[in-house]
């Protein structure tokens, strides 16, 4: 998890503190449980002060997941 892919960059933002390797598998869980086709419409990467940096594609995921977890 490098670089955003520089395509999506239209995509819907959030951020997370995440302070513990249970936290973001508790984060990835949840991605991969609610977002249907995850794998496609969100893109994530972990920036050097502990944040989750993520995009989605569609609004409506982006709401679910700041309401979850911001």
Known sequence: MSEFNHRIDRWYKASVHVDSKTKFHEIILW?????????????????????????????????WFILRWG
């Open 31 to 63: 991605i991969e449980t609610n977002v249907d086709g995850w794998k496609k419409h969100v893109d994530y990467r972990m920036s050097g002060d502990k944040r989750l940096d993520l995009r989605f594609r569609h609004e409506k995921d982006c709401e």
